[in-house]
């Protein structure tokens, strides 16, 4: 049985939007997994937390809530947030609200919330994982709002002050001869604020650098250039500020033998010179094991065959690639007196069967050659 949604957040039935928020934020901080590190029933609180914000700052949802209940609103499909993403986009969205902060336009205010940079992650995976999709962790370091002060940079109790030298403005103005100029405070480094008393585990920054594993769910299909971002999973932000994004730059790595253009996967496959001239069945590797190809009698160097959907899965879900196979047909270098014999013997016998076939196309053309040599004297 789940809990009331109300009891959840600490408001009242007829709490209003504000309160709501204020209340869940006053949560999301306390039970943030960044804060409770390995501590399950922190993280139970809050996602809880989040389920319970979603739908009590939703009118509909609330309003079917009011009504129904949690069966209510299973009826109409909805269950929570499913994942981290969703609730951690929800706070840097109340975030936003909470500060009047729109996106990441940066504003004059040095007291506004600071969105925290994107993060860019380079990672290489192998050409299989590429094609069928691979689950990995990837260890980042980058800095996270500091929760000791909230991103503030003050002692817990203490407020940052207003910076004295240039009354919160972050610059100041300075004479040079006649001219007035303005430059970046440099007490405050133009932030506006002096931090008297500095937080000890960020030393006054609002940001601490931490070690954090990232799974990532790399889909079938993907290729060198492919991005994915991760919202929410940059650098954290500064005085309530949301945090940045994560973007993760896929290169996928060559292949032994396989080469890949997008969805289609080409191969390059020996036959042996005289099963190319007699015909023969081959097992040809493909990126899902292998596949039986007919290679017809007087079969040629270069030859392409096609193996249908045994290519690369489409990123956005759909039909696979086609396999084209080029045949490369394998001259025997290391003969043993016998089967030279019996070489020589077939082309001593194939050779009388094509002279004439040979002598005609040749002499066609030497005669064609003629001609064209005797018109360019004349
Ligand atoms: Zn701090
Ligand atoms: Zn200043």
Request: hydrophobic letters at 30%.
């Amino acid at each position: 049985m789940s809990r009331c949604y109300y009891e959840i957040l600490e408001v009242s039935r007829d709490a209003g939007g504000e309160v709501i928020k204020k209340s869940y934020r006053k949560l999301a901080m306390k039970y943030h997994p960044d804060r409770n590190p390995n501590d399950a029933e922190a993280e139970a609180c809050f996602k809880e937390a989040a389920e319970a914000y979603e739908v009590l700052s939703d009118r509909q949802k609330r309003r079917i809530y009011d009504t129904y209940g949690h069966e209510g609103l299973k009826n109409t499909g909805y269950s929570g947030p499913g994942n981290a993403g969703d609730i951690f986009s929800n706070i840097n969205e109340m975030f936003g609200d909470l500060f009047g902060f729109g996106g990441r336009s940066r504003r004059r205010d040095p007291n506004a919330p600071v969105q925290g940079d994107d993060l860019r992650y380079d990672l290489e995976i192998s050409f299989m994982d590429a094609v069928h999709g691979v689950e990995k962790e990837v260890e980042i370091t980058k800095r996270e709002t500091c929760w000791t002060c909230e991103g503030s940079g003050a002692r817990p109790g203490h407020k940052p002050q207003t910076c004295p030298t240039c009354n919160g403005r972050g610059q100041v103005i300075r004479s040079q001869g006649f001219f007035q100029v303005s430059a970046t405070c440099p007490q405050c480094h133009g932030s506006g604020q002096v931090i008297s008393e500095p937080c000890a585990d960020c030393n006054g920054q609002g940001l601490v650098n931490r070690k954090k594993t990232v799974k990532l769910k790399i889909p079938a299909g993907v290729d060198t250039g492919s991005r994915m971002r991760l919202t929410g999973e940059g650098e954290g932000g500064r005085r309530g500020g949301p945090s940045g994004d994560l973007y993760v730059l896929i290169h996928v790595l060559e292949h032994e033998f396989f080469l890949r253009d997008g969805q289609v996967i080409f191969l390059s496959f020996p036959v042996p010179m005289v099963k190319a001239a007699l015909g023969c069945e081959v097992d040809v590797p493909t990126i899902q094991g292998s596949s039986k190809l007919k290679i017809p009698a007087g079969t040629q160097a270069g030859k392409r065959f096609t193996l249908r959907r045994q290519g690369v899965p489409s990123l956005r879900g759909g039909s696979r690639g086609d396999m084209v196979v080029e045949v490369q047909v394998q001259t025997p270098t290391k003969l043993t007196k016998k089967q030279k014999k019996l070489l020589q013997e077939f082309d001593d016998q194939y050779h009388e069967e094509e002279e004439g076939f040979f002598s005609r196309l040749f002499h066609g053309h030497f005669k064609k050659f003629k001609k064209e040599e005797e018109k360019e004297k004349a």
